[in-house]
């Protein structure tokens, strides 16, 4: 699926005392892209998805969606900062809700969820219930979730955030593996600079709020090399550029 945002302009509060976030933004995401958004916390990162999930309706401008030929559901499915699994169910419940939604058998859902779940360390909790998992634990499976019902747009808030960085590397992997042979359209969200670099094809770096956008980077680094170039001269280059254009101290931009 691709994605056409049009000056859209968002705010929150009264009339008469708006709080606006979103101001004038426009950009397209092709399809199968991997789009990433860098932003200060509190920018608008979380509602700027939630326009394209077509959860909030913008005051000014516009989304269109664009389906490709051939393009699978046009399903859009979003995994939330935090609480994206139904905590009334199993964890091979959850993953295999898109599943179930798109009329899969049972049998048929419940054995490529549980491939999923082994590929991402779950397994032996396929029967347990989120509340006795990690916070890091439940964002797998919210990922695992959407992975499964193959949406043609699959939106990611900040997915990893709450994950130790070594299972986070793991992860990061794994939803590139997951992305290369889906070919989904992707919008992810990030506070790491090491996390977009590694996973998208562009990034934009948002503003403050009301925000705009402060810069925009495509990721030229080649895919199959890249995780070995982390820490490299290309791979800093381009960390500070996105320091910068966020307005980091030089501390950070060295040390970050
Ligand atoms: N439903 C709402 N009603 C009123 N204000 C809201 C609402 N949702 C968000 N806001 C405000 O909009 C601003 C942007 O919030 P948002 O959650 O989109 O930021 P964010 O960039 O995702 O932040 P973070 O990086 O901390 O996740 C904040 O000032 C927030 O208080
Ligand atoms: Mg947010």
Not at 127 to 146: D, E, F, N, W
Request: aromatic share 8%; net charge neutral; proline share 6%.
């Amino acid at each position: 699926m691709q994605l056409l945002c049009e000056s859209v302009g968002v705010q929150f509060g009264s009339r008469s005392q708006p709080v606006p976030v979103l101001r004038d933004l426009s950009f397209a995401v092709g399809e199968g892209e991997f789009l990433t958004f860098l932003g200060p916390s509190g920018c608008g990162k979380t509602t700027l998805l939630r326009v394209l999930a077509n959860l909030i309706e913008p005051q000014l401008g516009k989304v269109t969606r664009l389906p490709s030929p051939g393009d699978r559901n046009g399903h859009v499915r979003l995994v939330f900062q935090e609480n994206s699994v139904f905590p009334w169910m199993t964890v091979l419940d959850n993953a295999a809700f898109g599943l179930e939604m798109a009329g899969v058998p049972k049998a048929d859902r419940e054995a490529q969820a549980r491939e999923l779940l082994a590929r991402y360390h779950l397994a032996e909790f396929a029967h347990v219930y989120p509340r006795h998992l990690s916070t890091g634990m439940k964002q797998r499976v919210a990922v695992i979730r959407a992975f499964l019902s193959n949406p043609s747009l699959l939106l990611m808030d900040e997915p990893f955030a709450a994950v130790d960085s070594q299972t986070r590397f793991r992860l990061q992997m794994e939803l590139l593996l997951l992305w290369e042979q889906q070919r989904t359209t992707i919008v992810f969200v990030t506070h790491d600079l090491d996390e977009a670099i590694l996973l998208s094809d562009r990034i934009i770096v948002l503003t403050n709020r009301p925000s705009g956008i402060a810069a925009e980077h495509p990721v030229r680094l080649p895919r199959q090399d890249r995780a070995a170039m982390v820490g490299g001269p290309e791979f800093l280059d381009l960390r500070r550029q996105l320091s910068r254009d966020l307005g980091l101290p030089a501390w950070d931009i060295q040390h970050a």
